[in-house]
């Protein structure tokens, strides 16, 4: 018994650290870093895909990539889907909510 205890205690608390929130923060760079690469540079097996209506749905980029994306990859823009996007000042600085610090994000009618 004492050991079952143990057990989901350590698990539990493991679980608790290693949380999704833990590591949102860390993974928004690698995530929009990976999606950044995705729009401007697809690999040869992305662009066969689009070509066959594929989609890509682009989750939390910010207003100047999607805006750079409009510019240098028009030929893609019917195979892309923009949420949630990261609204920037005018040197692509992400615009935070005074009340609570969090990235403010265009209203995408969803």
């Not at 928004?28 to 662009?47: F, G, K, N």
């Not at 949630?84 to 992400?94: K, M, Q, R």
């Amino acid at each position: 018994m004492k050991r079952t205890l143990f057990t989901t205690l350590v698990l539990s608390a493991a679980i608790a650290g290693f949380s999704p929130a833990t590591f949102a923060a860390e993974d928004d760079d690698s995530m929009r870093a990976w999606q950044t690469s995705l729009l401007y540079a697809p690999s040869e097996a992305q662009r066969r895909v689009e070509d066959r209506g594929r989609v890509v749905i682009y989750d939390g980029l910010h207003s100047t990539d999607i805006d750079r994306a409009f510019d240098e990859q028009f030929d893609r823009v019917e195979n892309m889907m923009f949420v949630n996007t990261v609204l920037t000042d005018s040197e692509g600085a992400p615009l935070t909510d005074p009340d609570t610090g969090e990235y403010m994000t265009e209203d995408d009618g969803c």
